[in-house]
């Protein structure tokens, strides 16, 4: 290995390599003997010397680690003497270096890796040199898609070795992504200390700094030279970048200048809380794939459910409070907000839009509306994460829209159908693009004419039907929306709560377009079907005696509480009430013995999310559970019937497979009814949390797989979990 500059960055890959047991010499040139000198004295080379042709001949691999406006001249001499071998860099910058690499070649050679590692420092020289530099850091290639996929994977392994993630994405994305996440920012801190440094009062100013400013201007130390030629090699991306800046610069000042304090607090929101948001996402994905984090739970047999706990907020009224809170005249107080992954995504995605939100702070949102038509273009794309109820209400409400969006999610959601948005939203006279099979993203089309129509949904589905009707609200006319059988209908309720009103009549629901929402109170009751991981854990569990506070029962969501008493549960609804317009109660359970039982197809649609957990129960019942009319649950995050089947096969539990339902054969009584083994939840969170719950009558431990996702619908779960009585240990990889 030939490092070809040995200064910091060259030097402590040296020190990496030597600190990882690598196998072959490492070489360094470098027209400073005196750095070779210290090379070899702290042990980080082997040999080395100014002469580069000398030195080449020796090398295998060569690393350039030199200035990048340096590297044209380096080029010029590799053309002589490189030969076959692999050659990479690590400039920041790569669209000048591929260029100066092939002016010198002729062409990029194909066994050039360009390179950036994502890491440094303000010291500079060998002596700086540190083996943990690139640890746990980021690493980015830049291969020409005619590259040699043999000198990649050479220079993957390289960087892997050193303990960093490597990661691959074209030359332009390259400098763009870096012109604004790290060219800027030197940027900006070398003007803001020269320009402080200028003035009469810099002693004064610098004894008073505080840690943010030394925290910001910490990389205005950094090599002089270095991020000059970094400049002028990424001229062009840079001065978009700044640009960019500056125009949001002016209009926070404008803000400043007039006193508005709704802008001011919008841009900072927004940036505290996607600062927030991103690196939530970061933590748990890749660069570029958003592949989730490998999180595992293993659950010891037996145990029992006892105590009184409130679990999360419902995270379809939370997702709802956000949006007609944002499309509202005034502000809206929201209490008891869901802060999961999904609902943060959808705060995330109005702020992106314009709309000031303060919070969440324990539940607690205010959200300062822009009216149905204030709403500003995104910047980029809209993530949603795993949320489908966010995609297809987001479809609906940015269909009336004057600018086009795009709406994006994570691996699991753009595998979701569609089209059942899609395709009424068109007779609508929305202009929609879909990928394969009417699959995410979703690209929309704004500035179309809506009209309403007279729309029977083919599926019993509340994210299609609320969808239609937020669509409707821009729509002309009347939006009609007929179901097949009841489903969840917190829209209704709560357009009517915004003062804006949507009659049913039967099984249509119907609202007159062009009308206006006005900001109203929302207090967000605990969502029923998180709760129904533990209604079943105590149904199932002897010695179990739980109180669940403050749950949703609205009766389009009550599902599961019928099929859970019609199998024998010990189950009462205490302290009845409504608040803002739903009803909520407290759920009292405990232990009872179950048997099992055909499910009745009118209950299907009003616990379709919570089968997983029933599925459950019915492993723990006399006799068997039989549900037929869920084909619905096949287009989940998972398909949920085969993923349960799957799983509780593994357990041990007798079960079969129909295309729109299962049979789960239990065997009741108050022994183990199964035995434990390692399940993949497929991503999916109700299959997680509903194999944890399993664990509590198995007879040896249970393993699951793939549950990062559980954030998404039910954070702090684990703690919850163990706080009632069961023996969860959560790993991550």
């Known amino acids: 290995m030939l490092i070809v500059g040995l200064g910091m960055i060259g030097g402590s890959l040296a020190a990496a390599l030597k600190a990882s047991a690598y196998q072959g010499r490492v070489l360094a040139c470098d027209r400073d003997p005196e750095e070779i000198a210290k090379g070899l004295e702290m042990g980080v080379i082997d040999a080395g010397g100014p002469e580069l042709e000398t030195w080449v001949a020796q090398s295998d691999i060569v690393v350039l680690a030199v200035p ?16 076959e071998r692999i050659l990479t860099d690590v400039g920041s910058t790569k669209g000048v270096v591929c260029e100066a690499a092939a002016q010198a070649f002729g062409a990029l050679p194909t066994r050039f890796v360009p390179g950036h590692p994502i890491a440094g420092s303000e010291k ?41 993630e490597v990661l691959e994405m074209s030359v332009a994305r390259h400098d763009q992504v870096l012109a604004r996440t790290s060219h800027l920012p030197h940027m900006l801190a070398f003007s803001l200390v020269d320009t402080l440094a200028r003035q009469d009062e810099r002693l004064e100013i610098f004894r008073y700094a505080a840690g943010g400013f030394r925290d910001f201007t910490r990389i205005a130390g950094s090599d002089p030279v270095m991020w000059r030629d970094i ?30 304090s709704d802008a001011m ?36 047999p037996g ?17 709802r409070s956000i949006m007609l809170g944002a499309l509202a005249n005034g502000v809206t107080e929201v209490k008891g907000f869901l802060e999961g992954e999904d609902s943060l995504a959808t705060l995330q995605a109005f702020r992106d839009m314009g709309v000031a939100i303060e919070g969440p702070y324990q539940g607690r949102v205010t959200i300062h509306g822009v009216g149905l038509h204030g709403l500003t273009k995104p910047a980029g794309p809209i993530y949603v994460g795993n949320s489908g109820t966010a995609m297809r209400l987001f479809a609906g409400l940015l269909a009336g829209q004057e600018f086009d969006t795009e709406l994006t999610g994570d691996a699991s959601l753009t595998k979701r159908p569609m089209a059942r948005v899609a395709d009424p939203l068109r007779l609508m006279g929305a202009r929609i693009d879909t990928a394969e099979g009417g699959r995410p993203p979703l ?39 007929r179901e097949p059988a009841p489903t969840r209908d917190h829209t209704e309720r709560m357009l009517n709560g915004f003062g804006y009103p949507v009659a049913r009549e ?22 029923i079907s998180s709760a129904t991981f533990f209604l079943v854990a105590a149904a199932i569990t002897p010695g179990s005696d739980l109180v669940l506070e ?136 109700r299959i997680a949390m509903a194999f944890t719950v399993a664990a509590l009558r198995a007879s040896a431990p249970i393993v699951i797989d793939d549950c990062a996702n559980v954030a998404t619908s039910f954070p702090g779960f684990v703690d919850l979990a163990n706080r009632v009585g069961l023996t969860l240990v959560q790993t991550t990889r």
């Not at 991103?278 to 989730?292: H, P, W």
């Not at 145990?303 to 997702?319: E, L, T």
């Open 68 to 83: 990048v406006l340096a590297m044209a001249s380096v080029f010029e001499r590799l053309a002589g003497c490189l030969g």
């Open 124 to 164: 500079s020289g060998v002596a700086a040199a540190n083996p943990a530099l690139y640890r746990r850091h980021k690493v980015i290639l830049t291969p020409q898609p005619e590259a040699d996929r043999d000198a990649v994977d050479q220079v993957r392994a390289l960087w892997q070795g050193c303990g960093a």
């Open 231 to 260: 400049f002028c090699a990424n001229r062009e991306a840079l001065l978009g970048a700044l640009d960019e800046f500056e125009a949001g610069l002016s209009r926070l000042r404008r803000a400043v200048e007039q006193g508005d």
């Open 265 to 300: 607090l919008g841009t900072f929101d927004r940036a505290s809380h996607a600062r927030h948001h991103f690196e939530t996402l970061l933590n748990q994905t890749s660069y570029q794939t958003m592949e989730a984090r490998q999180v595992q739970y293993e659950v010891s």
């Open 303 to 319: 145990g029992a459910v006892n105590g009184r706990i409130r679990v999360p907020g419902d995270k379809s009224i939370s997702h």
């Open 443 to 481: 690209k929309i089309h704004g500035g179309q004419p809506l009209k309403g129509i007279d729309y029977d949904m083919p599926m019993a589905s509340a994210q299609v039907k609320s969808c239609l009707l937020l669509a409707g609200l821009y729509a002309k006319g009347e939006t009609r929306v």
């Open 506 to 527: 039967g099984d249509l629901a119907k609202l007159q377009g062009g009308g206006a929402l006005t900001s109203a109170p929302i207090d967000v009751p605990s969502d």
């Open 550 to 685: 403050h749950v949703g029962v609205n009766p389009t969501r009550i599902g599961v509480i019928n099929i859970l008493k019609q199998m024998g549960a010990d189950l009462r609804l205490e302290n009845p009430r409504e608040v803002g317009g739903e009803p909520v109660a407290d759920l009292h359970i405990r232990h009872a013995p179950l048997k099992g039982i055909d499910i009745p197809v009118d209950q299907v649609p009003l616990a379709i999310d919570e089968f997983p957990a029933l599925f459950v129960a019915a492993a723990n019942a006399e006799g068997t559970t039989r549900l037929r009319g869920a084909e619905e649950l096949r287009v989940k995050e998972s398909d949920r019937i085969k993923a349960m089947a799957d799983g509780l096969e593994i357990l041990g539990v007798e079960t079969t497979v129909y295309p729109d339902g299962i049979d789960v054969v239990g065997k009741g009584g108050d022994q183990p009814n199964y035995g434990g083994g390692q399940v993949d939840s497929l991503g999916d969170h």
